[in-house]
């Protein structure tokens, strides 16, 4: 069975740092795609990130670029997304996706109707 459990959510105030783990299992890590979506209150999923695993490849969205960083931990069967310089824009709960990458090569971030596994979501508040 498939499952991602986000975890590292919470409340900070603007300019501070969280680090969103997502924790993977029942499928090949390596072989996967992970992203990083969010969803603020009263708009659309939109996606922030994601990592191919087997080579690291990254992609971002412009509104976080040079803020976050996505990182996988193949031994770990984990990625995380490191958020620094957080801005109240960035309030939203946060969801970890999965694609296997025999499916899609991705040259930016997918859309979020390519992704076949989803976690239940870690909610960031970020204050002013």
């Known amino acids: 069975e498939v499952q991602l459990v986000e975890s590292g959510g919470g409340s900070v105030q603007a300019g501070g740092s969280l680090r969103l783990s997502c924790a993977a299992s029942?499928?090949?890590?390596?072989?996967?795609?992970l992203g990083w979506f969010r969803q603020a209150p009263g708009k659309e999923r939109e996606g922030v990130s994601c990592?191919?695993?087997?080579?690291?490849?990254?992609f971002y969205a412009d509104s976080v670029k040079g803020r976050f960083t996505i990182s996988s931990d193949g031994a770990k069967n984990t990625v995380y997304l490191l958020m620094n310089g957080l801005k109240p824009e960035d309030t939203a709960d946060y969801y970890c996706?999965?694609?296997?990458?025999?499916?899609?090569?991705?040259?930016?971030?997918?859309?979020?109707?390519?992704?076949?596994?989803w976690g239940q979501g870690t909610q960031v508040t970020v204050s002013s």
């Open positions: 990592i191919n695993c087997n080579d690291h490849t990254t």
């Open positions: 996706a999965a694609v296997s990458a025999l499916k899609i090569v991705p040259t930016m971030i997918p859309s979020l109707h390519d992704f076949d596994y």
């Open positions: 029942g499928f090949s890590f390596d072989d996967y795609i």
